[in-house]
T-cell receptor, first 111, second 115 residues
Framework: GESVGLHLPTLSVQEGDNSIINCAYSNSASDYFIWYKQESGKGPQFIIDIRSNMDKRQGQRVTVLLNKTVKHLSLQIAATQPGDSAVYFCAEDSGNTPLVFGKGTRLSVIA | DTAVSQTPKYLVTQMGNDKSIKCEQNLGHDTMYWYKQDSKKFLKIMFSYNNKELIINETVPNRFSPKSPDKAHLNLHINSLELGDSAVYFC??????????????FGSGTRLTVV
């Protein structure tokens, strides 16, 4: 069946540049979306979330954009730092069912 | 204090053995989960428990048997381990899944290697 997100690609960015990680979700009934960061040897860690009644939400150095028309999410990281190197997952929630995760994007920051 | 803790962190065992992974959360959450992460980093839900009751069982072989003695604990027992069971298993918890949508808190994972 369809799954959230893309095949696991790698995004390489220079330290200090902005990063944009994209995700396509499949369930139009999903109403809550979360970005997670997973560092090597650790579990996924919550970064930022957004509900379907919003199209943008900002956190500290991170912004999530939601385009429900094309079922697309993006995570923008400003001034990317070496500590941002990790695998990033989007996840969707359609109600009383567990989160469905995308396949992840590996972000590699070049110092 | 670790919010969601799993033990052991690493587990190496032979095919055919039976093993258990333990998970505890001290967040007061009502819902707990087991996810399996394969070698390509794909995270797939296995089970979900709400207040000790099984609510989600994705097509997981019946060699996998979760047990929740109370809402703060969700253990995973695996019988007759197979090579394909090798993966990283993550426990997670959230507020009551039946009352709305919330983010999850994950444990640090258990890397299971079956040889």
């Amino acid at each position: 069946g369809e799954s959230v997100g893309l095949h696991l690609p790698t995004l390489s960015v220079q330290e200090g540049d902005n990063s944009i990680i994209n995700c396509a979700y499949s369930n139009s009934a999903s109403d809550y979306f979360i970005w997670y960061k997973q560092e090597s040897g650790k579990g996924p860690q919550f970064i930022i979330d957004i509900r379907s009644n919003m199209d943008k939400r900002q956190g500290q150095r991170v912004t999530v954009l939601l385009n429900k028309t094309v079922k697309h999410l993006s995570l923008q990281i400003a001034a990317t730092q070496p500590g941002d190197s990790a695998v990033y997952f989007c996840a969707e929630d359609s109600g009383n069912t567990p989160l469905v995760f995308g396949k992840g994007t590996r972000l590699s920051v070049i110092a | 204090d670790t919010a969601v803790s799993q033990t052991p962190k690493y587990l190496v065992t032979q095919m055919g053995n039976d093993k258990s992974i333990k998970c505890e959360q001290n967040l007061g959450h009502d819902t707990m989960y087991w996810y399996k992460q394969d070698s390509k980093k794909f995270l797939k839900i296995m089970f979900s428990y709400n207040n000790k009751e099984l609510i989600i069982n994705e097509t997981v072989p019946n060699r996998f048997s979760p047990k929740s003695p109370d809402k703060a604990h969700l253990n995973l027992h695996i019988n007759s381990l197979e090579l394909g069971d090798s993966a990283v298993y993550f426990c997670a918890s959230s507020q009551d899944i039946l009352q709305g949508t919330y983010g999850y808190t994950f444990g640090s994972g258990t890397r299971l290697t079956v040889v």
